[in-house]
């Protein structure tokens, strides 16, 4: 098995102020070189729920664009410094060291190769709809207004969420556009969305592929713990900054609010 490097570092404490009162949380992130092959190591309900966002597989990251479409014909290719999605059977272990939810963005096209993997333990495919994503430039084929969030959770433990009866569709603009963002940056609104949603104040929640934090910092402000990993030094460290500034609580009713353009 491959070693991975690994420190676990000191939990930092923190006390968020914000209009729905004092909220109490702890995180900690930490550079890790391989975040599948940890998984792997770690012991069965290591932590009560996994939202992260991995590498997506070869043909969405290739072909990622930055910029916008403002006057230009043709917009540049981001180029990544990480490795695509090559296998998916890290999701068998995320979902062996959960307690309950694993919850993790994906291109649409994963979604059966996960039911695959997961039999019962895959849930359900949600969907993130970007209202401000690019049109399609080869004007060939559907753009991409979209992405997967697959949801799965062990069978031993009764599943429960704070949706409700509500759909697994949730509207956000994307980060395209933010200044000095991480290419995959994920948007606060659709994080607060899904932290509150799928976890409970006093739960930790895990986080392999942390990239700028955007998921703890959701998870801080509403109180959960969280551990976040990267393998980028870079990333860690913008990561740890962002969760240290002063950041303003907020309820989870307003949380669950967000992202909606119909129904609950
Ligand atoms: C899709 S991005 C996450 C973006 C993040 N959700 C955000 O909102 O900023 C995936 C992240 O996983 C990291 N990564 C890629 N492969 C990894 C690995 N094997 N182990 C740990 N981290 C990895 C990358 O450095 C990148 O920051």
Redesign the pocket.
Known sequence: MRRVSFSAPEWIRCVRNGNSGDTEAMHKIEI???????MSQMADGSYDVII?????AAEVQENMCSGSLAGVKSVPKYQ????PLTQRHWIVDAVRITQRWVIS?CGVEEFGRYQDILGKKYVRGAIWAKPNSMGQLTADRPATSYEGVVCCHDLDIKKRWNGRGSYGIWFCNG?RGLRD??????PLEL?LKLVSLFSERGETVF?????????GEACLRLGRNYVG????PQ?VDR?SARLSTDLESVSDEYALGLCRAWGR
Not at 32 to 38: E, G, Q, R, V
Not at 181 to 186: G, T
Not at 207 to 215: E, K, L, T, Y
Not at 229 to 232: I, M, V, Y
């Open positions: 890790c070189n391989d975040s599948f092959a940890l992260t966002d991995p590498p997506y990544l410094s990480f490795a963005f980060t963002r991480h290419p995959n940056e994920k994080c986080d392999p592929f942390c990239g700028s934090g955007a998921i990993l990267d393998s980028d990333w990561a």
